[in-house]
């Protein structure tokens, strides 16, 4: 099974690029990488998602080595709304589901 | 989009109660989870189910059971609620199939057990 490891806490500045990056040094070959982001007293939201390369959407930016057993999330020009809590997770999410795993998160603080 | 409900935001029980917690979703999901999470060991997967009286044992099924009679409603209960369950629940749903795909996530139920 792919574990995944990632920094307990991060703390940035507004206006700053944050990285967070997650290790799954087992990840499958069918396993897709998928963060999610999490506010407190509610459930996690997905951000973004990839299997290799890199990806980028309206929020934040995915890059995957070529190995994959690591991938970084990066958000440009953090502000104080992106508190949160950030999630790695690694899963084929086909067929059988059990094999999801989600990692502890990474707490993310944004100072003024 | 896609909307997750739970049954309860909060809920207090005690030792020995049997409880129920419900999840409920509206995109015709074939898949459902529930997860449970507490500080410092981020979610755990309990239970979860890719089609109606389907389950499946996820990382602590332990104390736990899942019910789902119809394909909106994934039910989980405790038979016999202890102190050490106490924590937050997470209901999810995902579309299904073979493609990878977000799981959409509930407000959460906080349990207290007594």
């Known amino acids: 099974l792919a574990k995944t490891t990632q920094p307990i806490s991060m703390d940035s500045y507004e206006g700053q690029e944050v990285n967070i990056t997650c290790s799954h040094n087992?990840?499958?070959?069918?396993?897709?990488i998928t963060w999610y982001q999490q506010f407190p007293s509610q459930g996690p939201r997905f951000i973004i998602q990839?299997?290799?390369t890199k990806v980028t959407n309206e929020v934040a930016s995915l890059f995957i080595p070529a190995d994959r057993k690591s991938s970084t999330l990066s958000l440009p020009r953090v502000s104080l709304s992106d508190t949160a809590v950030y999630y790695c997770?690694?899963?084929?999410?086909?067929?059988?589901?059990?094999?999801?795993?989600f990692g502890k998160g990474t707490k993310l603080s944004v100072k003024p | 989009d896609v909307k997750v409900t739970q049954s309860s935001r909060y809920l207090v029980k005690r030792t020995g109660e049997k409880v129920f917690l419900e999840c409920v979703q509206d995109?015709?999901?074939?898949?459902m989870f529930w997860y449970r999470q507490d500080p410092g060991l981020g979610l755990r997967l309990i239970y979860f189910?890719?089609?109606?009286?389907?389950?499946e044992k996820g990382d602590i099924p332990e104390g736990y059971s899942v019910s789902r009679e119809k394909k909106e409603r994934f039910s989980l209960i405790l038979e016999s609620a202890s102190t050490n369950q106490t924590s937050m629940y997470l209901c999810?749903?995902?579309?299904?199939?073979?493609?990878?795909?977000?799981?959409?996530f509930g407000p959460g139920t906080r349990l207290l057990v007594l």
């Open positions: 997770l690694v899963g084929d999410f086909g067929g059988s589901q059990g094999n999801l795993i």
């Open positions: 990839g299997y290799k």
């Open positions: 189910s890719y089609d109606v009286k389907m389950k």
């Open positions: 999810a749903s995902s579309l299904g199939g073979d493609s990878a795909e977000t799981q959409y």
């Open positions: 995109m015709d999901h074939e898949n």
């Open positions: 087992n990840i499958a070959t069918n396993d897709y």
